[in-house]
Nanobody
Framework: QVQLVESGGGLVQPGGSLRLSCAAS????????MGWYRQAPGKQRELVAA???????LYADSVKDRFTISRDNAKNTVDLKMNSLKPEDTAVYYC???????????WGQGTQVTVSS
């Protein structure tokens, strides 16, 4: 079992920045990848960014060059730095962890990000 606790989020004006943080606990040695998803009202949950244990990263096209994901394996955390935020980035953001051995997905409780003037 893995527990994920998110922090950060909130209200920001267009063009602003926010940082989301997620701390993992539990069976953390079994985690193969961590990342962030988001879900806007009326839309499906979508991948925002992910980072694997080999430090490879993956970004959604819509956030490339604006968002940066970073993992600290010593602290068991994954952060998402979001710059140049747009109203369309408004969503609930979820921290995610994946275990390849058991093919299990774990989710945080979600944190709201609202981009509005």
């Amino acid at each position: 079992q893995v527990q994920l606790v998110e922090s950060g989020g909130g209200l920001v004006q267009p063009g602003g920045s926010l940082r989301l943080s997620c701390a993992a606990s539990g069976s953390i040695l079994s985690i193969n990848a961590m990342g962030w998803y988001r879900q806007a009202p009326g839309k499906q949950r979508e991948l925002v960014a992910a980072a694997a244990n080999d430090n490879s990263t993956l970004y959604a096209d819509s956030v490339k060059d604006r968002f940066t994901i970073s993992r600290d394996n010593a602290k068991n955390t994954v952060d998402l730095k979001m710059n140049s935020l747009k109203p369309e980035d408004t969503a609930v953001y979820y921290c995610h962890a994946f275990m390849a051995l058991t093919k299990e997905d774990y989710w945080g409780q979600g944190t709201q990000v609202t981009v509005s003037s």
